[in-house]
């Protein structure tokens, strides 16, 4: 069984939380068509045969950027905020879980941890990347 936890406010997607690797056969998004990246868990049989395929280009003006990370070993304690720069929760990642974050966010390492991250790009530079809080 896939644990997947939402984080939002009013309604809003803040982050989302996918706990350990449990999942299911076939194919599952818990994202939404409207979120910036769509996350898919696969877990498919030996022998399955996905198509060749290419997706088409989009572009987008003012898109909502986010992060996906992958927690391969390790713990982190992850501050979600809102847009308007507000704590909102505090939450526990650790090997095998993926965070997938679409606002304000700061990390703790509790332990020494390895992880994949995934943003989107192209990278414009410190200054234009970052906003503090």
Known sequence: MIKVEKIE???KLL???IKGNN???GVYFPTTDETPFQIGLHKQPKGKI???HRHYPISFENLQFS???YIVKGKIKI???NSKKIKIKDVIVEGGDIIYLLEG???ELLEETTMFELKQGPYRGKEKD???I
Do not use: S
């Open 9 to 11: 406010e009013n309604g």
């Open 105 to 107: 966010h700061g990390m």
């Open 130 to 132: 970052k906003e503090m």
């Open 50 to 52: 996905i198509p060749a």
């Open 67 to 69: 992060e996906f990370f």
């Open 15 to 17: 982050a989302l939380i």
């Open 79 to 81: 501050t979600v905020y």
């Open 23 to 25: 999942y299911e056969p």
